[in-house]
């Protein structure tokens, strides 16, 4: 069963930055594309950005020039969150879409 553990959110001002992590168990980030989601209230869930196992990055447009993802060898997913604006607020999951397997998600708040 894959396990993914998400961490590294919190309250950031607007133009702030975080650093959110995954890890994933058993292996998984080796073997399929993981990738980002977030939802914000009232709002549908959104791919935020993914990665395949050779590295090839695809970002949603809203947050492309401010989101990096990126893998270690150790199995860790990681987004890095730059300039994060009010409307980045959303719990963020990480996972394996190919699998439907998410974490229990990681808040993270943009506000002044």
């Known amino acids: 069963q894959v396990r993914l553990v998400e961490s590294g959110g919190g309250l950031v001002q607007p133009g702030g930055s975080l650093r959110l992590s995954c890890a994933a168990s058993?292996?998984?980030?080796?073997?399929?594309?993981m990738g980002w989601t977030r939802q914000a209230p009232g709002k549908q869930r959104e791919l935020v950005a993914r990665?395949?196992?050779?590295?090839?990055e695809y970002y949603a447009d809203s947050v492309k020039g401010r989101f990096t993802i990126s893998r270690d060898n150790a199995g860790t997913l990681y987004l890095q969150m730059n300039n994060l604006q009010p409307e980045d607020t959303a719990v963020y999951y990480c996972?394996?879409?190919?699998?439907?397997?998410w974490g229990q998600g990681t808040q993270v708040t943009v506000s002044s």
């Open positions: 996972g394996v879409p190919n699998l439907s397997a």
């Open positions: 058993g292996g998984i980030s080796s073997l399929y594309t």
């Open positions: 990665i395949t196992v050779s590295r090839n």
